[in-house]
């Protein structure tokens, strides 16, 4: 057998007697529909799209609730439609890890077209150009990772790509932002055409850094270039062009091998993963948790898609921000962080392996439970006890999940303000509570300390991952030494004291001495950050 179209019509009983979910659809009969009226595009050809969105959509065709396919689009790393959609007649196996051990495999159809945002390939853009010249198309989404709506470089001056496509005008853009908006500019010489443009990055406010983008880049145009304003009239008409909010929850670990070795025993060739040349790992298959969110502001121009058939919550913006805030600031990203950087010093290599570690489970326990839901911010469509529960009991513990701590821990100086500043503000601010109660969210810092050391708790030596500020903040430990008695712990102040890094001051929100305090336990000798931790733990038995 092969994941190819000819194969799954002429071995559908075979996949099926291996256990796959195949499409319930005529893919022939939605590629014409999908090539005719275009309704969806996708910008980021990556795991979670396939993952995820493609196969919400693959649920509505189903069903025949759609009747038009997805097209995905790549404009980073070509090499993914190349060797991994094409090859496979834009087929893909998604693996579905359940916290049961059980695993669902399903062969998602959706996707009836791929296409590379290259402009030396005319074939690909030409049809990108005619895709949003037509009236059918609804909505262009994004999974593109936060830096790809970037504009200006550290020092907040434009890159040297953007600056060029700023000059160049829609014909000549070159940057992956300048040729997705040039699109856009298709679609205004089209007829001035309504359409979502709809960011589904894991990030904060996610529509706004698209429409900033697109804001920078149609104002240079219409100053420089255009004949008049017209563009940028249209692209802030909210009734014509609109950039919702979105929230998106759904852990999809890069292809694992253990994954790919059953499907393997599944007699299916052809399935083996590849690093491109811009060290992306693809394969034909995804591997993805079962759990997952997304919620999306509803504001749609041309219509929306009825994708809350299959579960995605159409939304106001307020309730959009809050899910996020229930989510990055209390309910997940602390407590992964916490794994995270706890995980990397005790030699932990899966995140789901630290559930298992009654310390380190009763820590996060206590973050979301007892430190995070008295400050939650509810958004009312999702419970924020029972999305903990499921975080803590379901899908950080799965057992199938091949994430890492280290993975995790990659950026961590650009999470905490987030992750865990805004609760310190929120206890600050409250009458009836004090930032002094919070004994867990200091130990995580502190053990964020004791990790730039790069020294684990035996003693060896570890590589950080990848951080931009690792460096910088590495060099306020510099002076500390694992096993020494160390009384002047002031050389850490003036990193305690950034509230780029902690979302505040700690020194002046009264935390800084209790970070020490920790920080110099975990780092007195082998064994000091797991007695330090099982110290904190055991203060409180509540």
Known sequence: MELTERSIINDRAAFEAFGYKLPMFDRETVRNATLKSPEWIHFGAGNIFRAFQANVLQNLLNEGIMKTGLIAAEGYDYEIIDKSYRPHDNLSILATLKADATVEKTIVGSIVESLVLDRERTEDFGRLEEIFASPSLKMASFTITEKGYAVT?????????IRADLEAGPSGAVSYLGKVIS?????????????????????????DKLKNAVLTFAKAWCENVLPDSGFYDYVCDGTKVSFPWS?????????????????????????????????TWI?????????????????????????DKAGIIYTDRETVDKVEKMKVCTCLNPLHTSLAVFGCILGYELISEEMKDPDLKKLVEKIGYIEGLPVVVNPGIIDPKSFIDEVVNVRIPNPFMPDTPQRIACDTSQKLPI???????????????????????????????????????????????????LDECRNYVSSYRLGAEEKDLSALDGLLKNDRIFGVDLCEAGMAERVKKLFSGMSSGTGAVRKTLREALQQDNG
């Open 153 to 161: 470089d550290a020092s907040g001056g434009y890159t040297d790509a």
């Open 419 to 469: 992750r865990f500043g805004e609760t310190i503000k929120a206890y600050a601010s409250r009458d009836d509570l004090k930032v002094s109660d919070l004994k867990y969210i200091p130990l995580v810092f502190a053990a964020w300390l004791r990790y730039l050391m790069a020294v684990d708790d035996e003693g060896k030596a570890f590589e950080p991952s990848p951080d931009p500020l």
């Open 283 to 307: 394969a034909p298959f995804v591997n993805a948790e079962e759990c997952q969110y997304l919620v999306i502001e509803d504001s749609f121009p041309a219509g929306k898609l009825p994708l």
């Open 247 to 279: 929230m998106i929850d759904k852990i999809t670990p890069r292809p694992d091998a253990r994954v790919e070795k059953m499907l393997a025993q599944d007699n299916i060739a052809g399935l083996d993963p590849v690093v491109t040349t811009k060290k």
């Open 183 to 207: 699109l856009l500019y298709r679609r205004y010489t089209a007829g001035a055409l309504p359409i979502a443009m709809v960011s589904m990055d894991n990030c904060s406010h996610n529509g």
